[in-house]
């Protein structure tokens, strides 16, 4: 079995229990790495050409405007195909209820005819969200298996929770 991690995760800025800090490593790069560390496997950032704010006020406008236009922010950089891989792991924040709109830019532009996808959402509060919704949508043909929402303050600490998770996600 052949696994990918598809991530978005932001650095710097975040509201984590109730007031803004600054992360050195985002809250979804460390479930990423805890993924990668239970059941091997390639990772793929989503990483926009145009950076959100380091502000995290501003940045949470901007999010909400482009859920609000559905824009699809460009990205530096796209994944082609994910053909190769057996499951395929989407980790990300929720933002405004959903996913940022830069991973749907790159979710709609795969084949996920016979994949397995499964998808973690870090949250302060909101859980899933309406992810679970947009997930058969953004991943065509895919397999949704297991989900797992990881509250953002208590990433650093989910590490055993997080590898449990992936491990049964691929058996």
């Known amino acids: 079995m052949k696994n990918l991690i598809i991530y978005y995760s932001r650095r710097g800025q975040n509201y984590v229990n109730g007031s803004i800090k600054s992360l050195k490593k985002g809250n979804a790069e460390l479930i990423t790495e805890f993924i990668r560390d239970a059941v091997g496997g390639d990772v793929f950032e989503v990483d926009t050409?145009?950076?959100?704010?380091?502000?995290?006020?501003?940045?949470?406008?901007?999010?909400?405007?482009?859920?609000?236009?559905?824009?699809?922010?460009?990205?530096?950089?796209?994944?082609?195909?994910?053909?190769?891989?057996?499951?395929?792991?989407?980790?990300?924040p929720n933002w405004w209820g959903i996913y940022p709109m830069a991973m749907y830019t790159q979710l709609e532009r795969l084949d996920f005819s016979g994949k397995n996808v499964h998808y973690v959402v870090t949250h302060e509060g909101s859980s899933l969200g309406g992810v679970p919704r947009t997930m058969k949508d953004a991943c065509k043909g895919a397999k949704i298996g297991a989900s797992l929402a990881v509250h953002g303050g208590s990433a650093p600490a989910s590490k055993t929770q997080v590898e449990s998770w992936a491990k049964g996600a691929v058996r």
Request: charge should be negative; proline fraction near 5%; aromatic fraction near 12%.
């Open 49 to 92: 050409v145009k950076p959100y704010s380091d502000d995290y006020m501003t940045c949470t406008e901007e999010a909400k405007a482009e859920l609000r236009a559905k824009a699809r922010p460009e990205l530096k950089e796209y994944l082609d195909s994910v053909a190769e891989y057996d499951n395929i792991f989407v980790v990300g």
